[in-house]
């Protein structure tokens, strides 16, 4: 059964570094064409996509964040983890991560999604 | 940057009813969107990939179609567990892979 959960800290201050660490199980980022994402969504917002990563280690940011952004994977304990640095109040959402399988087979949508973690940007 | 609009932003709408959202990309994508549903509180739930694909496990009376630049989500004899928000998102331009910005399902 293929699953992922989002970790990291719930509150942090402005100027800090996020860092969120996305664990999954079920599948292996070492596989050809699996993919996970980062996505957020602010409280009453719509879904941003952030930041994907993929089994050969491309990498993928968002245009208006590619500056504060940073993905890593570490395939031996199937985690990925993602850093934003200097954070500001308006980064308050519920982070998400996400599979994609891309290539022959792959349908190239988030089928499986973590529950998210909220995190909230004050002093 | 490809933009996704969603059209209505909200629909009320009856048990049994037929509902319509559409979704339209700034520029061409081919058949690479995606249709999610999201309830308060959960995680988005994929329904609908390669803009009409069926995702495993989901019933049957959604669908989906389109291609290019313009497609539709139809939700046929809504149920009372479909009212949510649905949103489309493009996989074909990247980075990034952009959503729209959602349509509410409410009771009328």
């Known amino acids: 059964q293929v699953s992922l959960r989002e970790s990291g800290p719930a509150l942090v201050k402005p100027t800090q570094t996020l860092t969120l660490t996305c664990t999954f199980s079920g599948f292996s980022l070492s596989t050809s064409g699996m993919c996970v994402n980062w996505i957020r969504q602010p409280p009453g917002k719509a879904l941003e996509w952030l930041a994907r990563i993929d089994w050969d280690d491309d990498k993928y940011y968002s245009t208006s964040l590619k500056t504060r952004l940073t993905i890593s994977k570490d395939t031996s304990k199937n985690q990925v983890v993602l850093t934003m640095t200097d954070m500001d109040p308006v980064d308050t959402a519920t982070y998400y991560c996400?599979?994609?399988?891309?290539?022959?087979?792959?349908?190239?949508?988030?089928?499986?999604w973590g529950q998210g973690t909220m995190v909230t940007v004050s002093s | 940057d490809v933009q996704m609009t969603q059209s209505p932003s909200s629909v009320s709408a009856s048990v049994g009813d037929r509902v319509t959202i559409s979704c339209r990309a700034s520029q061409g994508i081919s058949s690479w969107l995606a249709w999610y549903q999201q309830k308060p509180g959960k995680a988005p739930k994929l329904l609908i990939y390669?803009?009409?694909s069926l995702q495993s496990g989901v019933p049957s009376r959604f669908s989906g179609s389109g291609s290019g630049t313009d497609f539709t989500l139809t939700i046929s004899n809504l149920q009372p567990e479909d009212f949510a928000t649905y949103y489309c998102?493009?996989?074909?331009?990247?980075?990034?892979?952009?959503f729209g910005p959602g349509t509410t399902v409410d009771i009328k």
């Open positions: 996400a599979r994609v399988r891309v290539g022959a087979g792959g349908d190239r949508a988030f089928d499986i």
């Open positions: 390669a803009a009409s």
């Open positions: 998102q493009q996989s074909n331009n990247f980075p990034p892979f952009t």
